[in-house]
């Protein structure tokens, strides 16, 4: 299957023949669907907390804050492209015709509201250098000449940078705009750092933008940093090891032109590398497009550090049973066992009452040493879909899972009648523990379950090619976490996923 240079290409990306191969028999054989049980809601899986109980938990984050380290991890690769989906074709349209066609629908929204987004000063700027007016350009319908110096890099060149990078919120009393980035900033600062400490914020990046991004930080640290709280900001590109092999629809190699084996990147589960690279007590992961503007931030700080709270109490129990469990007194085993069922909902396998006692020992200071991660859930307001669920693992358990709809069977009544039960969705807000109670990280790649990838059609050169996903960075890559799902709400979930999101009450000054 593979000649000389072809292992040879695969010990230069850090890969391995054998996981190679791995990747081609799940190809072969596919990857079965995730066996969800039931939709987890509140009360059974969701904990829902009342406003007494948010605040003792901030209270509890706080006590423990000026100990620990605290890093903010944000994905931050993926390109803004898809922003400008209607923009885009809306300019191909209109340079095909050679002239501007009358904008409907989104594009009709993004002309009617320009001067209400945060980049109208720089774009009107960036026309007037190249000699057009942007007011005269408007005036004549010349949409395509603003589209032009917009999105392509004859201009601001939007539509290939990545969203960290584009400006998202206008401050007009200050006289200036905010990126996605700078927003990132701006909350680390306030929940990831004791006070007189370090705010540590680590952004995974693609390797053609890390320069940008460097260049940025350096430009606009300085307004959020203080003399008491600095900013310590890093990045780190997806591993090529983490690439996965792309086959033909006969699931043989894809080759390229030139003979050589096709990797693709292996989509955001191939950042539980870079997860797994940290070095902190506590882990805050969200999305690099899920900001709001400080006159709507408050309700996010309580909620972020309501969850570290919980993350921190819910690690504290673990780590002192963990302790007891070393010479267990009388009771102490069935203790443990109702709270891993009841508090980090974790059904036994069938059998597990047959067990002797030496069996259960193993198996309880199992599963309470793993890495511990806390959820916000948001309602589902839409259509039920991906979120959270109880599911059933390799090992026989049950516990509770994020699942996207993909990982789902819908053409089984049964799952797809589940699914549709779900009353919440995952907005990407999770608060994570990697440490174990001696203080030592734990290897996170053991945690994960290899069977949760997905499989992708895609073309390259007019040839089809069949490409694979490494499972979900919260999906499949965290399946092995002790997991709490907390229910938080819609206001602090505010993503940016087509330009127009923008124009939102909650992005708008």
Not at 184 to 198: D, F, K, L
Not at 338 to 344: K, S, V
Not at 440 to 468: C, N, V, W
Request: proline fraction near 6%; glycine fraction near 8%; aromatic fraction near 10%.
């Amino acid at each position: 299957m593979f000649t000389e240079k072809d292992l040879q290409d695969i010990a230069a990306r850090g890969s391995e023949r054998a996981t190679v191969e791995a990747q081609i028999k799940h190809f072969e054989t596919g990857f079965p669907f995730l066996q969800i049980r039931r939709a987890a809601t509140v009360g059974d899986g969701i904990l829902a907390l009342s406003g007494e109980e948010i605040d003792r938990f901030v209270r509890l984050y706080e006590h423990y804050l000026p100990s620990l380290k605290i890093v903010k991890f944000v994905p931050a690769s993926g390109a803004a492209s898809r922003m400008f989906k209607a923009l885009f074709s809306y300019l191909n349209e209109a340079e095909a015709a050679g002239q501007s066609p009358a904008p409907t629908g989104a594009v009709a929204e993004f002309f009617a509201r320009l001067e209400d987004f945060a980049f109208y000063s720089d774009l009107k700027a960036c026309l007037s250098e190249a000699g057009h007016d942007l007011s005269a350009c408007l005036q004549a319908g010349d949409y395509a000449t603003v589209l032009r110096y917009y999105l392509t890099e004859d201009g601001l060149g939007y539509g290939v940078l990545p969203k960290g990078l584009l400006q998202f919120h206008r401050y007009p009393e200050a006289g200036l705009s905010r990126t996605a980035l700078e927003e990132h900033m701006v909350e680390a600062m306030h929940y990831a750092t004791a006070p007189g400490g370090t705010a540590y914020l680590h952004l995974t990046v693609s390797p053609e933008h890390i320069e940008k991004f460097q260049a940025h930080v350096a430009a606009t640290r300085s307004r959020y940093e203080t003399e008491q709280t600095k900013l310590d900001i890093s990045f780190s590109v997806q591993k090529p090891a983490t690439d996965t092999i792309a086959v033909d629809m006969d699931n043989a190699p894809f080759r390229t032109e030139d003979g050589s084996l096709l990797f693709r990147p292996g989509g955001h589960g191939a950042l539980l590398s870079n997860l797994n690279d940290i070095d902190a007590d506590v882990i805050f992961i969200k999305n690099i497009d899920n900001v709001v503007p400080d006159g709507i931030k408050a309700e996010t700080y309580r909620y972020k550090m309501a969850l570290g709270g919980i993350l921190l109490s819910y690690q504290e129990k673990i780590f002192d049973y963990l302790e007891a469990l070393a010479d267990p007194a009388p009771g102490l085993i069935g203790e443990v066992e109702t709270f891993l069922q009841e508090a980090l909902c974790v059904e036994p396998p069938a059998g597990y009452d047959n067990w002797d006692e030496a069996q259960r020992l193993t198996y309880l200071k199992g599963k309470l040493n793993r890495p511990l991660r806390v959820c916000g859930m948001v309602k589902n307001e839409g259509e039920p879909g991906g979120g959270p669920f109880w599911a059933a693992n390799p090992d026989g358990t049950v516990s509770l899972q994020i699942a996207e709809t993909a990982q789902i069977d819908e053409d089984n009544p049964e799952q797809r009648a589940i699914m549709q039960a779900a009353t919440h969705f995952n907005p990407v807000d999770l608060v994570c523990a990697t440490r174990d109670r001696k203080g030592k990280l734990f290897d996170l790649m053991p945690h994960r379950d290899p069977k949760t990838g997905f499989i992708s059609y895609k073309s390259l050169g007019g040839r089809e090619l069949k490409a694979q996903e490494l499972p979900g960075l919260w999906n499949g890559s965290m399946s092995d976490w002790n997991t709490l799902f907390v229910e938080v709400p819609i206001i602090t979930f505010n993503p940016v996923k087509t330009v127009n999101d923008l124009l939102r009450p909650t992005h708008q000054p």
